[in-house]
């Protein structure tokens, strides 16, 4: 029989479990916002302009989503005016001129690409509003509708690219408008499946409130997809693309590269753009993306592409 003392120390050590349990649940909930977007990473809300060195010409524009906050961003103007649009979707962290953002552009460039890079609110010089899931969607849509009717770039002529976080902005945004084609790289199948694996511990599938539900939509997104994964991505494991490849819907390409979450198009540079030439290339021309085999394993090396 079970004492009273006992008793008591079992209690005891239920209350703290539970306690030691909740605690993080708690933590997680009050500042899943903040642990999504991060805005002040990479040297804040400060947009640091082109370089003059990468011989770019850039000019900022600024328009209002659909909720009324001011959003900015970055033109890159091709020397063709009538050349397609790339329209950018930045990750969770820093904003349109981090890191290696502007080598990004002056890459894209080089493909005779009018380039147009938004900063969602909350981010760089847009409004300090906070980010959340519904806000920055809107965010996207109103960029696209900015080139459709201030611009009067027809749908073909877009093609939207959104990396990490900014791939399920592009994905979403895919989903509901038309667009010559969509590329992502680095995209995650949800946020609370990445969450799960961050925290098995934790019920963050219950708990998530951003949600990002890549996996859900990518399948009935009908314009071309490609999708880029670095197999040794150590922030979204590559294993989250090969979901998002089996579960899209044709014309779609995968490729597998070499580097980080965030420099595959430099550690891997002739293979990653040459597949994005090439994806561009046949939208230009009218035609679907090919399809590729299914992706490797995500241990196996990236497979050769000629």
Do not use: C
Request: zero cysteines; glycine letters at 10%; a neutral charge.
């Amino acid at each position: 029989m079970m004492t009273r003392t006992v008793r008591r120390t079992f209690a005891a050590v239920a209350v703290l479990a539970g306690v030691g349990y909740a605690t993080p649940m708690v933590y997680l909930k009050a500042n899943e916002k903040r642990m999504v977007f991060q805005p002040d990473a990479f040297g804040g809300r400060v947009v640091v302009p082109l370089p003059d060195s990468l011989g770019l010409a850039s000019s900022r524009v600024a328009f209002t989503s659909g909720d009324g906050a001011k959003i900015t961003g970055w033109i890159v103007p091709a020397a063709d005016s009538d050349a397609p649009w790339l329209l950018y979707l930045h990750g969770n962290a820093g904003n349109i001129s981090t890191s290696a953002l502007p080598q990004f552009y002056k890459r894209w460039h080089a493909l005779s690409l009018n380039i147009l890079a938004i900063d969602y609110r909350g981010y760089g010089e847009s409004e300090s509003r906070a980010p959340d899931e519904q806000g920055i969607y809107a965010d996207a849509r109103a960029a696209y509708d900015w080139l459709r009717t201030v611009r009067a770039v027809p749908p073909d002529k877009i093609v939207i690219y959104g990396h990490s976080l900014g791939a399920g902005v592009a994905t979403e945004l895919a989903l509901h408008v038309p667009a010559a084609g969509l590329i992502i790289e680095g995209a995650f199948s949800s946020i609370p499946d990445l969450g799960g694996e961050l925290y098995p511990y934790l019920p963050v599938r219950w708990l998530a409130s951003q949600r990002f539900a890549n996996l859900d939509k990518i399948g009935r997104v009908a314009m071309p997809k490609l999708i880029l994964h670095a197999t040794d991505d150590s922030i979204v494991p590559f294993a989250h693309s090969q979901r998002l490849y089996a579960a899209a819907s044709a014309p779609k390409e995968m490729v597998a590269l070499k580097g980080g979450h965030m420099n595959a198009f430099l550690e891997d540079s002739a293979k990653f753009w040459g597949h994005v030439g090439a994806f561009v290339a046949r939208l230009r021309e009218g035609g679907p993306a090919g399809e590729s085999p299914a992706p490797p394993p995500a241990e196996s090396p990236p497979p050769h592409t000629p």
